[in-house]
């Protein structure tokens, strides 16, 4: 099974590798470009466009890696980067041209391809957004009959970005001599029939989303809303961006639209619950205020000290890291709950009841079980339900200890609960919570010392339950089985012995008088048979068989000679302790005596051996298989046998696969 892992984790590496190196572009170009704005004697469009075309490419870029990596592969991920790719290479070839052919002319290599890129990939930008409006949200189009729709946006992007690319600049670079021909007047009007076109597609995005819409039901109806809002914008900031004269309001337009798109994504992907932003904003706002205060506090001690002892010294640095340190834990907390008080009041409330609930724990006042009801109240479901694991019956339980199903079959979802790795339970709660993981993981979390409690004390009181059930099960067991040996004893052995008795009796007072020896003999023969039959009774009280003074394997080999069906012995020569022994054999004898009364089985298979510090032993046969240990069967009270011995017993019996019953039981090395 490694050799798949491994294959699947290069594949995903691989499938990485793309987003990876489309992220590190995206932002080598901002780099890029930002050197070139700062430059001495640069000049470019307004402070503010250039802080909007940064922002929105790491945020473009930022979203499609979160995609990318949580979902490798999968078209929107790519896409949301391909278009962070484009608007950062847009940024940055406009800065590289004004600089190498305005600024400082001469200065940089391959300034005129730049300004070509600049004049005429524009294009691009809605390409990228239309694609991604076509496939979301899960990378396919709405319908096959869309093959075309997708094939006629291609052809009109292309022919578009052709035609620009064949036209003499304009704006800032129209003195500038284009590097490529111009194309005959013919061809030049495809452009405009492109343009056409990609208007036509730029609608159809728009329209592709609103068939989702329309097919959608409950959230996934909630969360193309906003993807609906974002394909709007496609149209009208192109509409704006043409009518408009500033170049400036134009580019803003764009990168608006392009951002608009992302932040529509975004949006649904977090509906989608692909990850928690929720808790990274709140824990970025909890962290970035705790940093502040901290400097804050650093800063106000060393400059304290310094001024108190009127120089400086190391001593001032180790105490003010000293105080920050001591202060980190208390003051998260109060930061924490400041957040979370003023932007996440339900998270606040709820984890400040689980904090009471645990706090009457601590102090007796209250139950570890009833934290399935607060828990209840706290998450608003009052049909939430606490199952527990209990690892030693591998099942489900409730706070009652009775067993309960795996899935709920009236709509809840169940949410797993886990501490420290190892599983515990599971919630039963209504869908609707999932549309708040955050506050739902949050309690859970907090409540997982009182949920464990209460765990460890139903698994407690159901293994009690276990073990004084299976008690009483042997010691009735063992009591019908004395029962039943004393009245074979009595009807059986017992009574030919009394029956001897009587007889030699008889005989006696037949005899002639004065038979003096033959009247000792007798006495002594009736002596004999009393004796006997006192010793047949303290039999009684536990019986072992003799063969077993020679070992398992001489006392299996013979029990199997007496078998009706063929049985196939392999034993151990080993001695194990005497009770050890005895509970083997009557193991065996219960296997055996099964298998030829219901498995109707041709042939069976009895070992018995050492394994890892246990006597194992084991029946198999090839009968009808489809044995259960049913209440009040042989197999009920040999397991009861096993369990009073600390053994285990498996029990592997498939409809016409045969039986195979496993027994272990610890022993001495």
């Known amino acids: 099974m490694a050799a798949p892992a491994r294959c699947d984790d290069r594949r995903v590496r691989r499938s990485l590798a793309l987003p990876w190196a489309l992220a590190i572009v995206a932002a080598a170009l901002v780099v890029l470009g930002g050197v070139l704005e700062f430059l001495p004697g640069a000049s470019g469009d307004p402070w503010w466009v250039y802080g909007l075309w940064i922002c929105l490419v790491l945020a473009t870029v ?35 041209a004004r600089y190498g052919l305005l600024d400082h002319p001469g200065s940089l290599p391959g300034a005129r391809w730049a300004a070509l890129y600049d004049q005429s990939a524009w294009p691009l930008l809605f390409a990228a957004v239309t694609a991604i409006a076509l496939v979301f949200p899960d990378g396919r189009l709405p319908s096959p009959r869309w093959r075309r729709v997708a094939a006629g946006a291609t052809a009109s992007f292309a022919l578009v970005i052709v035609s620009s690319m064949t036209r003499p600049f304009e704006g800032p670079f129209a003195g500038v001599r284009n590097p490529l021909p111009e194309l005959p007047a013919p061809l030049g009007m495809l452009g405009g029939v492109a343009l056409l076109g990609v208007l036509f597609s730029l609608l159809a995005a728009v329209t592709a989303v609103r068939v989702r819409f329309r097919r959608a039901s409950g959230i996934e109806r909630l969360q193309l809303q906003w993807l609906m809002f974002s394909a709007a914008s496609i149209p009208l900031a192109l509409l704006l961006g043409l009518a408009t004269g500033d170049d400036a309001a134009r580019t803003a337009s764009i990168f608006v639209m392009s951002g608009a798109l992302s932040a529509g994504v975004a949006v649904a992907i977090l509906r989608y619950r692909l990850y928690e932003i929720d808790r990274l904003i709140n824990r970025s706002l909890v962290y970035g205020l705790l940093t502040l205060l901290l400097a804050g506090a650093y ?7 310094g001024v108190a002892a009127s120089r400086s010294s190391p001593w001032e640095t180790a105490v003010a890291t000293l105080a920050v340190a001591a202060a980190f834990l208390p003051l998260r907390t109060r930061v924490q709950r400041g957040v979370d008080k003023r932007f996440a009041r339900a998270r606040y409330d709820a984890l400040r009841r689980i904090e009471a609930f645990l706090a009457d724990l601590r102090g007796g006042r209250t139950a570890p079980e009833e934290i399935e009801s607060v828990l209840a109240q706290t998450l608003g479901d009052p049909r939430l339900e606490l199952h527990y694991w209990l690892a030693a019956d591998e099942r489900y339980s409730d706070a009652r200890g009775n067993p309960v199903g795996v899935a709920p079959d009236d709509g809840r979802v169940r949410t797993p609960v886990s501490r420290g790795g190892a599983p515990m339970g599971v919630v039963v709660h209504d869908p609707a919570l999932d549309e708040r993981p955050h506050l739902l993981a949050s309690v859970i979390e907090a409540a997982g010392l009182a949920i464990e409690i209460a765990r460890l004390r139903v698994e407690l009181r159901r293994q009690l339950e276990e073990v004084e059930a299976s008690r009483a099960r042997i ?23 009394v029956s001897i008795g009587l007889a030699l009796r008889h005989l006696q007072h037949e005899l002639p008088t004065g038979s003096g020896a033959a009247d000792e003999a007798l006495d002594g023969a009736v002596a004999e048979i009393t004796h006997a039959i006192g010793d047949l009774r303290e039999l009684a009280r536990g019986v072992r068989p003799s063969l077993l003074d020679e070992g398992i394997g001489p006392a299996l080999r013979e029990l199997a000679q007496r078998s009706s069906v063929p049985v196939e012995v392999r034993a151990t020569p080993e001695r194990f302790a005497g009770s050890l022994e005895a509970a083997a054999y009557f193991i ?13 089985a041709s042939r069976i298979v009895v070992s018995a051996g050492r394994a890892n510090g246990s006597l194992v032993v084991s029946v198999a046969d090839d009968g009808v298989g489809g044995a259960a240990a049913a209440e009040g069967s042989g197999l009920m009270g040999l397991a009861d046998r096993v369990a009073a011995q600390g053994g285990t017993l498996r029990l592997r019996s498939a409809p016409s696969a045969g039986t195979t019953l496993t027994v272990e039981l610890p022993c001495a090395s």
């Open 588 to 600: 065996v004898c219960e296997g055996l005596t099964n298998a030829v009364k219901h498995a109707h």
């Open 475 to 497: 010691v009735a067991a063992g009591y019908e089985e004395r029962r039943r040996i004393e009245r074979d004893l009595h009807d059986g052995a017992q009574q030919r012995l």
């Open 299 to 305: 800063a106000a001690i060393t400059l304290a000290l």
């Open 62 to 96: 930022a979203v499609g890696l979160l995609v990318a990596v949580r979902r490798p592969g999968h078209p929107i991920g790519l896409l949301l980067l391909a278009n962070a790719l484009i608007i950062a290479a847009a940024g940055a070839a406009e800065s590289y």
